[in-house]
């Protein structure tokens, strides 16, 4: 007998296909390596000719493939073939007319396009989005990818989920955890953003239609994924395909492919062994932890004076603390007494139920207490600390970063910096005179958390614990960067490969934790610089391994406290503590027992966003809102007095509040995207086309459903998603069915300021109308006009214009008329902004409030780009002006800029930070959205501005994620620092 054998390893499994002559398939298997491929490969061979009696003495032809195939290539001499080729093979023989092909793999996920140009286009740089992704989120909700997908069946609504980092994407899952989300809810979100990931991050423009297949092993298993994708991907067109045994089509091409190689017996191939071990670079072997027993020992002495006292409950009398912090993955609890001896402790995953958690844990409490001891005052931190506080009538909440910063002046009060390593969240805090003068967090990737080092634990089956202690026993530790989470287990199997053992991986990721918070977060070139008098904490900490590894990497010798794990805990005891009326509002015992509370799910109707609520009703009458943008979705209701203004809503309205004429009355109808440059300059063109006789037709106000929209014609993964909306806009545009689109190419704005160097659009306002006229494909059917144009000169620009539109034609002296109009109504709009700002500034001064001026890019208006953060300030008691809205033209900076001053918005920005140096009531805020390359420049330059006047800089960086929780602790914070 003849048999043809395919062997597909991958990163996170192995697949094995065997088919006879006539390709029919006689074995299949698809199992996890969990990276001993060498154990899993030999297992599944072994498997097949033990299950199959008629394979004994039989010749065969094998061919292997995948992420792991070359390893098995050197060491059983099997010839290798690329899995795109095996795919397309298999592909070609079972589904001649596919067009597309959708695969995704543990740590992979490609798009093969079939027809035309044969191309395959395959994540690079991150892992999120693969079945690692969905395997991790799946743990994060207690369940596996199967749970996941029977959730994903039942779900109302769909959340933004991050999936462009596979560790990151758990901070808004265990947002929407502490905020009482479902998880139904929660499941379809996930498979929604791992969509999202895939069709923007890989098609990058290339349309993704006729005949789709899916392949792969979460495309395979999990129906609700697949599901995701056809609602996404479904035109009416489209078809969708997904074979029987689409978890091993690639290995099923490989065993075709293998019809033409060299014959051998299966026999020989059982027998055959791997022996070609690679080595390890000397380059890639860092120092150890401790060169010697006299280092280690050292080590131990200078980390034994951080502790805290303890006491037993029943040795104490009179009052106590109670301090909780509602982390992202975990929930500590510290109760201290008059003397801060903490009397009892607790910390534990939250298991995705922080309210119940913290509940229970006050129950044990409770049924600990004797007569004579009392709760006095309670407080509470973290990303559950709105939601727990609400429920259990908590005393007290404080922002993250204060809680940790009052725990760490408890053991150093001389304290100039703190390092605090959570769960999935990482905060570098730099302290002078006891007070926070800037908060660096983690925000575009999770890389070097305790996530980061709990996922590799496991993967190597160990505990945090045992896989630390593993750390301190290496002798040749590996370097292993710092790079995405999910795809540094490519660099662990590679290491392991090569003979590295166990414990120099370990110490090898416990440099890399440190390497990622030095270079990544704080972004120091020189670690000695940190300070001082240097904290660390957060659970991270607990191991000997990653301390040892900061003070390798710094050359500082840190305070350790011994409850670096329970330090947010500890902080809000001591600030419960401080604060202590002696009675304390949380609920009694007798309350607690009667607790419960049920959620609902609805939708906000008090203006155009329509948020998602969930609304959790508690047994005493309160309620918790959450979805909400602002205080009206929470049930609150301000007296317009009372109301803080804010000039980002001011703006957004006064922008687009033009009326258009009617459609019978109309010329025709021009369609203007509400995108870039049109929150710079639209009541120009409204007012240039009305005045033509055209009836404006504007693309609806942004939203995740008018972003999806667009994702398949978006030509690249690392463009700022302001610029990414364009899409949807121009497709919401054609289903309008507009007469014409008109999206000009603004190079030059008007130059504002005489001292600047120059007035140039950001190179992405001016040249994505070119990208959406190349790669919009609706565009071909309809007329699209994207003139190259200045604002800089009126004539000019009449001139420009009617050469641009004469083939519509209108006379030379309307166009003419029309400029003029339209010029004057822009200045209008300008000197309006202007106007409202000096009002605004004057109301908020007479209410004794303080300001936030919230700077950035025009299009940073739009409520989808920014999240909702201007109404987060307002909710926090502070003001919100936008840039534009404080300065005159005639403003100029003192000082002199190291930046060639040359974009127009930067202009702006320079001159507000200024003014706002130069106040004592105003305080800036610069949003930046990710991708932006040019705000790298603005970022710098405004942070000397704001630091040479002593004010705090703060930089929110923003992308289509809406999650505010790390958002919500850096204006929080700012406002810690400001009293």
């Not at 004579?372 to 005052?377: D, E, F, V």
């Not at 200045?790 to 002296?813: A, C, M, P, V, Y």
Request: proline residues 2%; negative net charge.
């Amino acid at each position: 007998m003849k048999i043809h054998m395919g062997l597909d390893v991958g990163s996170t499994t192995v697949k094995l296909v065997i088919i006879n002559e006539n390709y029919e398939i006689l074995f299949q298997e698809y199992t996890r390596h969990r990276s001993d491929i060498e154990e899993t490969t030999k297992n599944v061979l072994k498997q097949a000719y033990d299950s199959h009696p008629e394979f004994k003495n039989s010749d065969c032809t094998i061919m292997v493939t995948g992420s792991g195939g070359m390893y098995v290539e050197d060491n059983l001499s099997i010839e290798f073939i690329q899995e795109v080729v095996a795919g397309t093979t298999a592909i070609k023989k079972y589904i001649p007319n596919a067009d597309v092909c959708i695969e995704l793999g543990g740590e992979d996920s490609k798009i093969t396009y079939l027809k035309g140009n044969v191309e395959q286009r395959m994540n690079s740089i991150c892992a999120g989005g693969t079945g690692a992704f969905i395997d991790q989120m799946a743990a994060l909700l207690k369940t596996d990818a199967s749970g996941l997908n029977e959730l994903a069946k039942d779900y109302k609504k769909i959340f933004s989920i991050a999936s462009r980092c596979g560790v990151y994407a758990k901070t808004d899952i265990q947002a929407l955890i502490n905020q009482g989300a479902i998880k139904e809810d929660m499941a379809v979100s996930v498979f929604q953003s791992v969509v999202n990931q895939t069709i923007s991050n890989l098609a990058c423009g290339r349309p993704i239609e006729g005949n789709i297949v899916f392949l792969g092993g979460p495309l395979y298993f999990l129906s609700e994924l697949r599901n995701r994708f056809i609602t996404t991907l479904d035109d009416g067109v489209n078809t969708f395909y997904s074979p029987e045994n689409a978890q091993v089509f690639v290995a099923l091409g490989a065993a075709i492919a293998s019809m033409d190689e060299e014959v051998v017996k299966y026999e020989d191939l059982l027998n055959r062994s791997y022996d070609k071990k690679q080595e390890i670079d000397d380059e890639l072997i860092l120092e150890p932890l401790f060169k010697n027993e006299n280092e280690k020992e050292e080590f131990y002495e200078n980390h034994k004076k951080s502790n805290v006292k303890f006491k037993n409950l029943d040795e104490v009398q009179g009052n106590l603390y109670l301090g909780i912090d509602a982390g992202s993955t975990t929930s500590k609890i510290v109760v201290i007494d008059e003397d801060c001896n903490i009397v009892y402790d607790f910390y534990a995953n939250n298991q995705g139920n922080p309210l119940d958690l913290v509940k229970e844990q006050l129950s044990v409490i409770y049924s600990k207490l004797n007569d004579n001891q009392k709760i006095a005052s309670s407080g509470i931190t973290g990303y559950g600390e709105d939601f727990i506080k609400q429920a259990l009538s908590v005393d007290f909440g404080e922002v993250e970063t204060i809680a940790h910063l009052t725990a760490a002046r408890y053991f150093d009060p001389d304290v100039d910096f703190v390092l605090d390593i959570g769960g999935q969240d990482m905060k570098a805090m730099h302290v002078n005179d006891g007070i926070i003068d800037s908060i660096q967090l983690n925000e575009a990737c999770s890389s070097g958390c305790g996530s980061f080092i709990e996922t590799f634990a496991h993967s190597l089956n160990l505990s945090v614990q045992e896989f630390q202690q593993k750390a301190l026993e290496s002798e040749n530790p590996v370097d292993l960067g710092s790079r995405c989470t999910v795809f540094m287990n490519s660099k662990v199997k590679q290491a392991q490969k090569e003979g590295a053992s166990v414990s120099d991986i370990a110490a090898g990721l416990c440099y890399s934790v440190i390497k990622n918070a030095i270079q990544k977060v704080i972004k120091l070139r020189d670690p000695s610089k940190l300070g001082e008098h240097i904290v660390v904490q957060g659970g991270t900490f607990y191991g000997d391994a990653i301390l040892r590894a900061f003070e390798k990497i710094t050359g500082k010798v840190p305070t350790r406290p011994n409850i670096s794990g329970l330090m947010g805990a500890m902080g809000m005891a001591l600030i419960a503590k401080e604060k202590s009326t002696g009675y304390s509002t949380i609920l009694s015992e007798d309350e607690l027992e009667k607790f419960e509370y049920t959620q609902e799910q609805a939708e906000c109707k008090y203006c155009s966003n329509h948020c998602k609520l969930t609304i959790n009703k508690f047994a005493n009458g309160k309620k918790f809102v959450t979805g909400n943008r602002c205080e009206r979705g929470a049930g609150i209701s301000l007296d317009k007095k009372d109301k803080l203004p804010n000039m980002y809503d001011y703006k957004n309205k006064r922008l687009f509040g033009y009326k258009s004429i009617s459609e019978d009355k109309a010329r025709a109808t021009v369609g203007l995207p509400r995108v870039l440059n049109m929150y710079e300059n639209y009541p120009f063109w409204h007012t240039f086309f009305t005045n033509l006789g055209y009836r404006v037709v504007l693309s609806s106000k942004s939203s995740r459903e008018i972003y999806e929209k667009g994702i398949s014609s978006i030509t690249s993964e690392t463009c700022c998603y302001p610029a990414k909306l364009v899409h949807g806009h121009i497709e919401d545009l054609l289903e309008k069915n507009v007469d014409m689109i008109f999206y000009p190419s603004v190079f030059f704005e008007k130059q504002e300021y005489d001292k600047a160097n120059n007035h140039i659009n950001c190179p992405v306002v001016t040249g994505y109308p070119e990208v959406i006229k190349n790669n919009v494909d609706g565009l071909k059917n309809t007329k699209y006009f994207n003139p190259f144009i200045s604002f800089q000169d009126k004539n000019k620009l009449k001139t420009r214009l009617i050469d641009e539109l004469k083939e519509l034609g209108l006379s030379d002296k309307d166009i003419s008329n029309s400029v003029d109009r339209a010029w004057d109504e822009l200045e209008k709009y300008r000197k309006d902004v202007k106007v409202e700002g000096k009002k605004a500034l004057s109301k908020i001064r007479e209410m004794g409030k303080k300001a936030i001026v919230l700077a950035g890019r025009p299009y940073h208006i739009d409520s989808e780009i920014n999240h909702g953060i201007p109404e987060l300030i307002t909710s926090l008691g502070l003001g919100v002006l936008s840039e534009d809205s404080i300065i005159d033209y005639d403003d100029d900076v003192d000082s002199d800029l190291r930046v060639l001053d040359q974009w127009v918005y930067h202009s702006r920005l320079y001159r507000a930070a200024e003014i706002v140096g130069n106040s004592e009531d105003l305080e800036m805020v610069q949003l930046n959205s990710f991708g932006c390359g040019i705000d790298a420049v603005t970022t710098d330059q405004v942070n000397e501005i704001l630091s040479a006047k002593g004010k705090i800089y703060t930089v929110l960086k923003i992308d289509e994620i809406s999650n505010l929780g790390a958002v919500k602790i850096r204006i929080r914070s700012l406002i810690q620092a400001l009293e």
